[in-house]
Nanobody
Framework: QVQLVESGGGLVQAGGSLRLSCAAS????????MGWFRQAPGKEREFVAV????????LYADSVKGRFTISRDNAKGTVYLLMNSPKPEDTAVYYC????????????????WGQGTQVTVSS
């Protein structure tokens, strides 16, 4: 079992920056790929970014590529999502998720999820 707890959400102005954190406990963190997903009101949950257990070759959704950066600290059991230049359309509940699979972008492949953290981007 893996427990995930997100933090760092809140209100941010468009063009600013915000860093989300996700602390993991339970199964050995360094064996898991970690992903970020988001869900806006009335929309499906969508992939944002994923990072492998080594931290190499992260993948990003086209909508956030060049603005968001995913990283991890295996010693701290934590994954981060740095949101630079957020836009109002980035407003959503952001979820951290974990999987033993390598760099999958499908939410169905993630058995472990956090409770989510709200991010609101004002224009």
């Amino acid at each position: 079992q893996v427990q995930l707890v997100e933090s760092g959400g809140g209100l941010v102005q468009a063009g600013g920056s915000l860093r989300l954190s996700c602390a993991a406990s339970g199964r050995t963190f360094s064996t898991l790929s970690m992903g970020w997903f988001r869900q806006a009101p009335g929309k499906e949950r969508e992939f944002v970014a994923v990072i492998s257990w080594t931290g190499s070759s992260p993948l990003y959704a086209d909508s956030v590529k060049g603005r968001f950066t995913i990283s991890r600290d295996n010693a701290k059991g934590t994954v981060y999502l740095l949101m630079n230049s957020p836009k109002p359309e980035d407003t959503a509940v952001y979820y951290c998720a974990a999987t033993a699979l390598l760099l999958t972008t499908s939410a169905k492949m993630y058995p472990y999820w956090g409770q989510g953290t709200q991010v609101t981007v004002s224009s």
